[in-house]
């Protein structure tokens, strides 16, 4: 399994960006986690394997929405009114299980395959 992240870049605060995740092979469930020059790797989002549930950060909720198209076998993290604290190099991961509840999407340590990373920056 390959997952492939892109669409990072430089935005001014306020502004808006859209992530995508590229997957070959199977369909599985799909986080999406970000890292800040240093700190730990923390949970953004995450979508169940049809798509059907949600999982979000308290930080970024009412501000990114995590969908996919498993026709296309991608997904996509849509980021609106970015700020600052939001810079940090994003990644996608995959998860075999999909076991459905917040506390499980929201592990790193769950997921079984990871994309090399994005990096997006926010200016202020």
């Known amino acids: 399994v390959q997952v492939v992240e892109s669409g990072g870049g430089l935005v001014q605060a306020g502004g808006s960006l859209r992530l995508s995740c590229a997957v070959s092979?199977?369909?599985?469930?799909m986080g999406w986690f970000r890292q800040a020059p240093g700190k730990e790797r923390e949970f953004v989002a995450a979508?169940?394997?049809?798509?059907?549930?949600?999982y979000y950060a308290d930080s970024v909720k009412g501000r990114f929405t995590i969908s996919r198209d498993n026709a296309k076998n991608t997904g996509y993290l849509q980021m609106n009114m970015l700020k600052p604290e939001d810079t940090a190099v994003y990644y996608c991961?995959?998860?075999?299980?999909?076991?459905?509840?917040?506390?499980?999407?929201?592990?790193?340590?769950?997921?079984?395959?990871w994309g090399q990373g994005t990096q997006v920056t926010v200016s202020s």
């Open positions: 991961a995959l998860d075999r299980r999909d076991y459905g509840t917040y506390s499980y999407m929201s592990s790193a340590g769950e997921y079984d395959y």
């Open positions: 092979g199977r369909s599985y469930a």
């Open positions: 979508v169940s394997r049809s798509g059907g549930t949600t």
